[in-house]
């Protein structure tokens, strides 16, 4: 098994530019998750998709936070346009059933700079 | 809401010495309790976790942790540390009444030195 796969990993974008995240969450897994992780604020959830719904969105940040799942085996995070506020380390995870009781897989992270 | 804490932001020991990353938490309900574990440059890797039954759970790597409810601590252990068990720790509880979402803590640092 390959894991949950996010790309790319690396991100060096300019103010005001597009950034599209991708995530391939573990093949079978209903649930996806993206969490950002700074030192500041530790480890933060933005949103929850179950069977490629989008369940709860309260943890993005603003309107310039939007987030996909076309099918069950694709997730992208945008942000339009990103800020220097917005670096940090983007996760994807993705578990099978219930994630309050089932294990998160996480992907590698995204770590994206906005300068 | 529920909360986890981890009261020490890093721990160091000798390798080969016991180990121990403190967490407690505080709950209305049950407490669905977890452990993950961040190595540099990586996603969290799930240790183990507590749902109900045994207050000991053994989990991967040689890892352990003892859910205690009148102390409202789970926290994580090994008998021998190794110098690969470097690394950011968390503890986590499930944020009820959600089914899904879970609470982190702020991660404790573990160095093990050869």
């Known amino acids: 098994d390959a894991g949950v796969i996010q790309s790319p990993r690396h991100e060096v974008t300019e103010m005001g530019q597009e950034v599209t995240l991708r995530c391939k969450p573990i093949s079978g897994h209903n649930s996806l998750f993206w969490y950002r992780q700074t030192m500041m604020r530790g480890l933060e959830l933005l949103i929850y998709?179950?069977?490629?719904?989008?369940?709860?969105d309260s943890g993005m940040p603003e309107d310039r936070f939007s987030a996909k799942m076309p099918n069950a085996s694709f997730s992208t995070l945008k942000i339009q346009p990103s800020e220097p506020r917005d670096s940090a380390v983007y996760f994807c995870?993705?578990?099978?059933?219930?994630?309050?009781?089932?294990?998160?897989?996480f992907g590698p992270g995204t770590r994206l700079t906005v300068t | 809401a529920q909360s986890v804490a981890q009261p020490e932001d890093q721990v160091n020991v000798a390798e080969g010495n016991p180990l121990t990353v403190k967490c407690t938490y505080s709950v209305s309900g049950n407490p669905y309790l977890f452990w993950y574990v961040q190595y540099p440059n990586r996603g969290l890797q799930f240790l183990l976790k507590y749902i109900t039954g045994d207050n000991l759970v053994k989990g991967s790597y040689g890892f352990e942790a003892e859910f205690n409810k009148s102390q409202t601590s789970f926290h994580l252990k090994k008998p021998s540390a190794l110098v690969s068990d470097s690394a950011l720790y968390f503890c986590?509880?499930?944020?009820?009444?959600?089914?899904?979402?879970?609470?982190f803590g702020a991660g404790t640092t573990v160095t093990v030195r050869a």
């Open positions: 998709f179950n069977n490629n719904v989008p369940i709860d």
């Open positions: 986590a509880v499930r944020d009820e009444p959600s089914d899904y979402k879970l609470s």
């Open positions: 995870a993705s578990s099978l059933g219930l994630a309050g009781v089932n294990e998160q897989y």
